[in-house]
């Protein structure tokens, strides 16, 4: 006789997933319209999504001219357009929930998602704003889940001012909003501290990259 696995209260809370959004998450507002929406540990049981990021999903090193020389850029790559199926369920329902808590006031769905691999602490993203497509002219939000490593997320003024920093753990959420895309800058700096591996996964919604 075979026995079919039943699903016990064992079985409960075994899987990677989100916690509730609505009266957690705490909004950070910055000067000139921006904000950064701010939840540690927003995905729970995160392991075993870092473990399917960290695999073979496609990631690819990218290059880019500086000056007269072509350099890789310092993390690995993965873009995910619309509609192309995320590699684990729980960041399916990330998006679900994200949708479903800023659907107001961004009055649009998230589409995209892109990632970031941070291998080590000799990987980073210089400073920048997401203004490619509508991110240049427009309010939009751009939220990260963050797995992994910690590292940090820094923010500063365009046209200077004191920066502000956030400590992106595993399971972490950032919401960058308002005009944070214009008027800021961020980026996630070089660390000599021995770090392991950080994915950052980036929804954002269409003509935002
Ligand atoms: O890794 C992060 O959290 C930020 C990545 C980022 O800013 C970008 O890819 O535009
Ligand atoms: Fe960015």
Redesign the pocket.
């Given at each position: 006789m075979t026995v079919a696995h039943q699903p016990s209260m064992w079985d409960i809370g075994t899987t990677a997933a989100t916690t509730p959004l609505a009266g957690r998450v705490v909004r950070h507002r910055l000067a000139h319209g921006a904000w950064v929406d701010h939840l540690p540990g927003w995905v729970e049981r995160s392991d075993e999504v870092l473990e399917v990021l960290l695999g073979d999903i496609g990631w690819r090193a990218d290059r880019r001219q500086m000056y007269d020389r072509e350099v890789a850029v310092p993390r690995l790559l993965r873009w995910f357009g619309a509609g192309e199926a995320l590699p684990h369920p729980a960041l399916i329902q990330a998006r679900r929930a994200l949708d479903a808590h800023y659907l107001p006031e961004l009055g649009e769905p998230f589409v995209s998602a892109g990632m970031c691999l941070y291998r080590d602490g000799r990987d980073s993203?210089a400073w920048?704003?997401?203004r490619v497509g509508r991110g240049r002219s427009q309010d939009t939000l751009?939220a990260?889940v963050s797995f992994g490593s910690p590292r940090a997320l820094m923010l500063r003024p365009v046209g200077g001012g004191a920066s502000v920093r956030f400590s992106l753990g595993h399971g972490d959420l950032v919401v960058?909003g308002g005009s944070c895309?214009r008027t800021w800058e961020?980026?996630v700096p070089k660390t000599a501290k021995p770090v392991g591996p950080r994915v950052s996964v980036?929804f954002r919604p269409r003509g935002v990259a």
């Open positions: 993203v920048h704003g997401d751009v990260i960058m895309q961020h980026c980036q």
